[in-house]
C-alpha cells in the first residue's frame, strides 16, 4: 500500500495548487471563486418595504438591511473573523424596527450534544439570541437560546432555551423569564394579537397540540389523543387552530422492505373548548403519505382557506380546503415541485420556488411563482434562464427573492410588476470574482441500465486537448437537486463553484442527478430497492461514468468521481464495484457502512417481535453498503472528513481506513478537527476544495507533476 499523505503535508499542497495560476490556461483560483458573498435567512417586515438578510463573505457572516424604494444595502452587524458561527432564525419585527438572529452552533440542529466548535477556541461559543435595532447600534444579547419568535405585539421574543419556552424583551431591558412549563415544548405560533402561544408538547410516542395563555389559566390541549399532533398554524381571527394529526408510535412490527402509507390528516379545534374535528383526510396511497420535502405538509390558515403540500398526485404540489371543510382543490397543477413556501401577510397568495416555466430546462432550475389560494392560476413571476428561490412577501404585497445565474452569483432581489426587478447589494461581489470566465451547464439526459431517465448538467470549457480527463459530481441529501447555475443551499453553491473551477481546469464534469433526488415525481423520489435496501441509485451513477467515457472528447482510462455525505457513499460504492469505470475518487464524509454508524446499528432490535423480513433487509444492507465490495476495490481515494460531524459520523472514514489499509488499497486523508458535516469554516472549505483539485490534477491530469 501506498503511504497516506498526512493531512499537514496535503494541506500545503493544496494551499499552492489554489494559489498558483493554471499551467494549461490562464483561469482563476479557488481562491476567487470562493470568495463569493451568499446570501440566506432572507426575511420580510409585514408592514412596509423592509428586507432583512444574512449574507457570508469568506466566512464573515453579518446582517444585513434593505428599505424601498431603493433597496440600498446596509450592513447592521460586524463581525469581524471566520470562526464558524451561523448567523440563522433571522427575522424583521413586523414594524421593521427590530432584525432577531441566533448567532452560534450550526443551522436546523437538534442538540444532544454541546455546540460545535469549528475554530478549535480554547473557550467555545455558545449559541445565542441577538437583537440589532434597524436604525442603527449595537447588537443587543438577548438569552442564550434557540428558535426564537417575536410577538406580532413587537415587545418581546419567545425561544427556547434548556427544553423550556421563555420571553425576553426585545430590546434587551430584562433578562428573560420562563413563559410556561410543558414537557417537550417546541413549534412555537403566537396568535394573531400575541396574547397567546400555540406549541407542540412531544411526549416520545404521542404529541399534543397547546396553547398558553396566561400564568393562572391552565393550558387548553386540543382535541388530545394518542396521536403525534403538530404544525399547529392560527385561524386569522384567531379563534381555531389547525394542525397535522399522525398516527402514534407502535403497533405490530411491520415488513422493513415493504413500502407502505403513512397516514396524516390536518385538524382543527376550537380554542376555547379544545374540541377538534378532522378537516381532511390523506389518500392511503404511497403518494398520500407525508411529503419529505422542504417543509414538509407546509400547513397554512390563509384567507378563508387551510393550504398544505402533498405527493398525492405525484408532484410536491400545493393544495387548500375550504376553512369549513370541504375538497382540496389543487393550486399549482403540472410537472414541476413547490418548495420553500410563504404565505402573504394577508393570507390572499402563496409564492414558493418552483422548477416550473415555459422552458424545457426550466425542470433543472428555480422561478418564483405565486398562486392565490383559492384559485389554480400560478404564475411564475421570475422567467428567464436566472435561478430564483426562498421569495418572501413584503407588507406592501411585492415579492423579494434571492436570485442568480450561472454566472453571477445569489443577490437578493425584488420583483417589479413593471420593469425589471431590483437587485441588492451587487458591489458585494468582489472586483476578481470571475463572472465572464465561467461556463454555462448545459443539460444532459441519459438512461439508466434500467430505463429511468437521468438528469445531469455538464460543465466544459471550449477548446484544450483531444481527449480530456472527467470528474461526475454526485450531490448528498439525497432528497436534492442539482441545478442549471448557483445553488440555493451554501453547500451546493459550494459544489458549485468547485464544478466551475475543475472546468477552468480543462476536465469535463458532469454533476448527476440521480433517482432519490427530487425535482422528477414521486416515483424518481421514491424508487424501489433504493438506498440501504439496494442502492438502485448506483446505476444512475454508473451509468453516468458509461456515457462520459463514450463521448468523443473524454478519455475513458481517467474519469474520477466526488461527492460528500450520500454523495461520498455513492462514490466509495462506484470505486468499491467499479474500479474499472472510476480511475480515481474524492470522498467526502461517506456512509461506508449501513449496519456501522459509530456502532449503531440501523436496524437495532428493541422489541421481542421482529420484522418477518429482518434478516433479508440486513443482508441487503451490507449488500448496499462500500465495505461489502472492498476485494475489487482498486482505484486511489482521497477521504475528507471533520471529525464532530453530527450527520454522517466519523467512525464510518474511520473504519473504511482500516480496511482499505488492510487490503493494500492506495487511499489519502484529510481530516478537518473540530468542523462539522457543513463546514462552518469558510477557511476549511477552501482547504477541502484545493485538495480536491489537487487530487484529480494529480492521478487523471495528462501532466503530473
Same mark, same amino acid.
Given at each position: 500500500?501506498?503511504?497516506?499523505?498526512? !493531512?499537514?503535508?496535503?494541506?500545503?499542497?493544496?494551499?499552492?495548487?489554489?494559489?498558483?495560476?493554471?499551467?494549461?490556461?490562464?483561469?482563476?483560483?479557488?481562491?476567487?471563486?470562493?470568495?463569493?458573498?451568499?446570501?440566506?435567512?432572507?426575511?420580510?417586515?409585514?408592514?412596509?418595504?423592509?428586507?432583512?438578510?444574512?449574507?457570508?463573505?469568506?466566512?464573515?457572516?453579518?446582517?444585513?438591511?434593505?428599505?424601498?424604494?431603493?433597496?440600498?444595502?446596509?450592513?447592521?452587524?460586524?463581525?469581524? /473573523?471566520?470562526?464558524?458561527?451561523?448567523?440563522?432564525?433571522?427575522?424583521?419585527?413586523?414594524?421593521?424596527?427590530?432584525?432577531?438572529?441566533?448567532?452560534?452552533?450550526?443551522?436546523?440542529?437538534?442538540?444532544?450534544?454541546?455546540?460545535?466548535?469549528?475554530?478549535?477556541?480554547?473557550?467555545?461559543?455558545?449559541?445565542?439570541?441577538?437583537?440589532?435595532?434597524?436604525?442603527?447600534?449595537?447588537?443587543?444579547?438577548?438569552?442564550?437560546?434557540?428558535?426564537?419568535?417575536?410577538?406580532?405585539?413587537?415587545?418581546?421574543?419567545?425561544?427556547?432555551?434548556?427544553?423550556?419556552?421563555?420571553?425576553?424583551?426585545?430590546?434587551?431591558?430584562?433578562?428573560?423569564?420562563?413563559?410556561?412549563?410543558?414537557?417537550?415544548?417546541?413549534?412555537?405560533?403566537?396568535?394573531?394579537?400575541?396574547?397567546?402561544?400555540?406549541?407542540?408538547?412531544?411526549?416520545?410516542?404521542?404529541?399534543?397540540?397547546?396553547?398558553?395563555?396566561?400564568? /393562572?389559566?391552565?393550558?387548553?390541549?386540543?382535541?388530545?389523543?394518542?396521536?403525534?399532533?403538530?404544525?399547529?398554524?392560527?385561524?386569522?381571527?384567531?379563534?381555531?387552530? !389547525?394542525?397535522?394529526?399522525?398516527?402514534?408510535?407502535?403497533?405490530?412490527?411491520?415488513?422493513?422492505?415493504?413500502?407502505?402509507?403513512?397516514?396524516?390528516?390536518?385538524?382543527?379545534?376550537?380554542?376555547?373548548?379544545?374540541?377538534?374535528?378532522?378537516?381532511?383526510?390523506?389518500?392511503?396511497?404511497?403518494?398520500?403519505?407525508?411529503?419529505?420535502?422542504?417543509?414538509?405538509?407546509?400547513?397554512?390558515?390563509?384567507?378563508?382557506?387551510?393550504?398544505?403540500?402533498?405527493?398525492?398526485?405525484?408532484?410536491?404540489?400545493?393544495?387548500?380546503?375550504?376553512?369549513?371543510?370541504?375538497?382540496?382543490?389543487?393550486?399549482?397543477?403540472?410537472?414541476?415541485?413547490?418548495?420553500?413556501?410563504?404565505?402573504?401577510?394577508?393570507?390572499?397568495?402563496?409564492?414558493?420556488?418552483?422548477?416550473?416555466?415555459?422552458?424545457?430546462?426550466?425542470?433543472?432550475?428555480?422561478?418564483?411563482?405565486?398562486?392565490?389560494?383559492?384559485?389554480?392560476?400560478?404564475?411564475?413571476?421570475?422567467?428567464?434562464?436566472?435561478?430564483?428561490?426562498?421569495?418572501?412577501?413584503?407588507?406592501?404585497?411585492?415579492?423579494?427573492?434571492?436570485?442568480?445565474?450561472?454566472?453571477?452569483?445569489?443577490?437578493?432581489?425584488?420583483?417589479?410588476?413593471?420593469?425589471?426587478?431590483?437587485?441588492?447589494?451587487?458591489?458585494?461581489?468582489?472586483?476578481?470574482?470571475?463572472?465572464?470566465?465561467?461556463?454555462?451547464?448545459?443539460?444532459?439526459?441519459?438512461?439508466?441500465?434500467?430505463?429511468?431517465?437521468?438528469?445531469?448538467?455538464?460543465?466544459?470549457?471550449?477548446?484544450?486537448?483531444?481527449?480530456?480527463?472527467?470528474?461526475?459530481?454526485?450531490?448528498?441529501?439525497?432528497?436534492?437537486?442539482?441545478?442549471?447555475?448557483?445553488?440555493?443551499?451554501?453547500?451546493?453553491?459550494?459544489?458549485?463553484?468547485?464544478?466551475?473551477?475543475?472546468?477552468?481546469?480543462?476536465?469535463?464534469?458532469?454533476?448527476?442527478?440521480?433517482?432519490?433526488?427530487?425535482?422528477?415525481?414521486?416515483?424518481?423520489?421514491?424508487?424501489?430497492?433504493?438506498?440501504?435496501?439496494?442502492?438502485?441509485?448506483?446505476?444512475?451513477?454508473?451509468?453516468?461514468?458509461?456515457?462520459?467515457?463514450?463521448?468523443?472528447?473524454?478519455?475513458?482510462?481517467?474519469?474520477?468521481?466526488?461527492?460528500?455525505?450520500?454523495?461520498?457513499?455513492?462514490?466509495?460504492?462506484?470505486?468499491?464495484?467499479?474500479?474499472?469505470?472510476?480511475?480515481?475518487?474524492?470522498?467526502?464524509?461517506?456512509?461506508?457502512?449501513?449496519?456501522?454508524?459509530?456502532?449503531?446499528?440501523?436496524?437495532?432490535?428493541?422489541?421481542?417481535?421482529?420484522?418477518?423480513?429482518? !434478516?433479508? !433487509?440486513?443482508?441487503?444492507?451490507?449488500?448496499? /453498503?462500500?465495505?461489502?465490495?472492498?476485494?475489487?476495490?482498486?482505484?486511489?481515494?482521497?477521504?475528507?472528513?471533520?471529525?464532530?460531524?453530527?450527520?454522517?459520523?466519523?467512525?464510518?472514514?474511520?473504519?473504511?481506513?482500516?480496511?482499505?489499509?488492510?487490503?493494500?488499497?492506495?487511499?489519502?486523508?484529510?481530516?478537518?478537527?473540530?468542523?462539522?458535516?457543513?463546514?462552518?469554516?469558510?477557511?476549511?472549505?477552501?482547504?477541502?476544495?484545493?485538495?480536491?483539485?489537487?487530487?484529480?490534477?494529480?492521478?487523471?491530469?495528462?501532466?503530473?507533476?
Amino acid at each position: 500500500m501506498k503511504p497516506f499523505v498526512t !493531512a499537514a503535508l496535503l494541506l500545503a499542497a493544496s494551499s499552492l495548487a489554489a494559489q498558483r495560476p493554471a499551467a494549461r490556461a490562464p483561469g482563476f483560483t479557488i481562491t476567487q471563486i470562493k470568495s463569493l458573498p451568499f446570501p440566506n435567512e432572507l426575511t420580510a417586515a409585514t408592514t412596509g418595504q423592509r428586507l432583512a438578510w444574512a449574507l457570508n463573505e469568506g466566512g464573515l457572516r453579518n446582517i444585513w438591511v434593505a428599505e424601498g424604494p431603493a433597496f440600498a444595502a446596509r450592513r447592521l452587524t460586524a463581525y469581524g /473573523s471566520d470562526d464558524g458561527q451561523e448567523l440563522t432564525s433571522v427575522q424583521l419585527s413586523s414594524d421593521g424596527k427590530w432584525v432577531v438572529y441566533v448567532r452560534g452552533g450550526e443551522h436546523s440542529a437538534n442538540w444532544s450534544e454541546a455546540p460545535p466548535n469549528p475554530a478549535s477556541m480554547p473557550v467555545p461559543f455558545k449559541v445565542q439570541i441577538w437583537a440589532v435595532p434597524v436604525a442603527g447600534g449595537a447588537p443587543r444579547l438577548l438569552a442564550d437560546g434557540d428558535e426564537p419568535l417575536i410577538s406580532p405585539r413587537n415587545d418581546v421574543v419567545a425561544y427556547l432555551s434548556g427544553g423550556q419556552v421563555m420571553t425576553v424583551p426585545i430590546d434587551g431591558s430584562a433578562a428573560g423569564r420562563r413563559l410556561f412549563f410543558a414537557r417537550g415544548a417546541g413549534d412555537l405560533e403566537w396568535s394573531p394579537d400575541g396574547s397567546r402561544m400555540a406549541f407542540t408538547s412531544n411526549r416520545g410516542d404521542h404529541s399534543f397540540v397547546g396553547v398558553f395563555a396566561n400564568d /393562572s389559566t391552565p393550558i387548553r390541549w386540543l382535541a388530545p389523543s394518542t396521536s403525534r399532533d403538530n404544525s399547529p398554524r392560527w385561524s386569522p381571527d384567531g379563534t381555531r387552530l !389547525a394542525f397535522i394529526r399522525r398516527p402514534g408510535a407502535g403497533g405490530p412490527i411491520a415488513p422493513i422492505l415493504e413500502p407502505r402509507h403513512q397516514p396524516w390528516s390536518i385538524w382543527t379545534a376550537d380554542v376555547a373548548t379544545g374540541a377538534g374535528r378532522s378537516m381532511w383526510k390523506a389518500p392511503e396511497t404511497l403518494r398520500g403519505s407525508p411529503p419529505a420535502t422542504h417543509g414538509g405538509t407546509n400547513l397554512g390558515w390563509g384567507a378563508g382557506r387551510i393550504v398544505f403540500l402533498s405527493y398525492m398526485d405525484g408532484w410536491p404540489h400545493l393544495y387548500s380546503i375550504p376553512e369549513s371543510g370541504g375538497a382540496p382543490l389543487l393550486l399549482t397543477p403540472g410537472a414541476y415541485m413547490a418548495e420553500y413556501i410563504r404565505l402573504s401577510p394577508d393570507g390572499r397568495f402563496l409564492v414558493f420556488a418552483g422548477n416550473a416555466g415555459s422552458d424545457s430546462n426550466d425542470v433543472d432550475r428555480r422561478h418564483v411563482v405565486r398562486v392565490p389560494v383559492d384559485r389554480a392560476t400560478p404564475e411564475v413571476l421570475t422567467p428567464g434562464t436566472g435561478l430564483e428561490w426562498t421569495p418572501v412577501v413584503m407588507g406592501n404585497g411585492d415579492v423579494a427573492y434571492i436570485g442568480a445565474t450561472a454566472q453571477r452569483p445569489p443577490l437578493p432581489m425584488v420583483h417589479r410588476a413593471r420593469g425589471q426587478p431590483v437587485t441588492i447589494g451587487a458591489d458585494r461581489v468582489p472586483a476578481d470574482f470571475p463572472s465572464a470566465q465561467l461556463v454555462t451547464p448545459r443539460k444532459v439526459v441519459y438512461r439508466a441500465s434500467d430505463g429511468v431517465t437521468v438528469h445531469a448538467q455538464l460543465f466544459e470549457k471550449a477548446g484544450g486537448p483531444p481527449k480530456k480527463a472527467a470528474v461526475i459530481f454526485v450531490h448528498g441529501g439525497p432528497p436534492r437537486q442539482m441545478l442549471l447555475g448557483w445553488h440555493y443551499s451554501d453547500y451546493y453553491s459550494n459544489a458549485y463553484a468547485m464544478n466551475q473551477y475543475l472546468a477552468s481546469r480543462g476536465f469535463v464534469v458532469l454533476s448527476v442527478n440521480y433517482r432519490l433526488g427530487i425535482g422528477y415525481g414521486y416515483e424518481f423520489h421514491r424508487p424501489a430497492a433504493g438506498g440501504a435496501q439496494g442502492a438502485s441509485e448506483y446505476l444512475d451513477v454508473k451509468a453516468a461514468a458509461e456515457w462520459l467515457r463514450s463521448q468523443p472528447q473524454v478519455d475513458p482510462a481517467r474519469v474520477g468521481i466526488y461527492g460528500g455525505s450520500y454523495g461520498g457513499f455513492l462514490v466509495a460504492l462506484g470505486l468499491a464495484r467499479n474500479s474499472d469505470l472510476f480511475a480515481a475518487g474524492v470522498d467526502i464524509h461517506g456512509v461506508h457502512d449501513w449496519l456501522g454508524d459509530g456502532g449503531r446499528g440501523f436496524f437495532t432490535r428493541d422489541r421481542y417481535e421482529e420484522a418477518p423480513d429482518r !434478516a433479508k !433487509a440486513l443482508e441487503l444492507a451490507w449488500q448496499s /453498503s462500500p465495505v461489502a465490495s472492498i476485494s475489487t476495490w482498486k482505484s486511489p481515494v482521497l477521504l475528507i472528513h471533520g471529525d464532530d460531524d453530527r450527520n454522517v459520523r466519523f467512525g464510518q472514514t474511520v473504519d473504511l481506513v482500516r480496511r482499505l489499509a488492510a487490503k493494500g488499497i492506495e487511499f489519502e486523508e484529510l481530516v478537518i478537527p473540530d468542523d462539522t458535516h457543513h463546514w462552518m469554516r469558510h477557511a476549511n472549505a477552501v482547504t477541502i476544495d484545493s485538495a480536491t483539485a489537487a487530487y484529480f490534477e494529480k492521478k487523471l491530469s495528462p501532466d503530473k507533476p
